[in-house]
């Protein structure tokens, strides 16, 4: 991941330092900023599905791919829906996610090392 990306992704997440998309619109219409907007709506939705199967007391199947990049896929199954999510996510994007408040915490539950 750009470093650029990963920076903006970390601003977008941080509550103490926010970084306005309104205000930084120059910043986010370039296609570093479309793509860091687009991990930050994908890690936030994630976030928010890993935290609502540990509250239904659901475990998450997260594995280590063996491919160059040495992605994650995660496994949501969410009893809500009737349904299961998949995601692939990039060594990168997974601590970034790791990183996010309660992600660690409901990873260390169902027994994943970051």
Do not use: W
């Amino acid at each position: 991941m750009d470093p650029f990306v990963r920076r903006l992704v970390e601003r977008l997440h941080d509550p103490s330092k926010p970084l306005s998309r309104n205000r930084h619109f120059h910043t986010f219409d370039t296609p570093e900023g479309r793509m860091a907007l687009k991990v930050f709506r994908r890690l936030r939705s994630l976030q928010k599905d890993i935290l609502a199967c540990q509250a239904e007391g659901r475990r998450a199947r997260i594995s280590r791919q063996l491919n160059a990049e040495g992605g994650y896929r995660i496994e949501l199954i969410m009893e809500r829906m009737s349904g299961r999510r998949v995601s692939m996510l990039q060594a990168a994007e997974f601590e970034l996610l790791a990183a996010l408040p309660g992600v660690r915490d409901a990873l260390e539950v169902l027994d994943v090392a970051a």
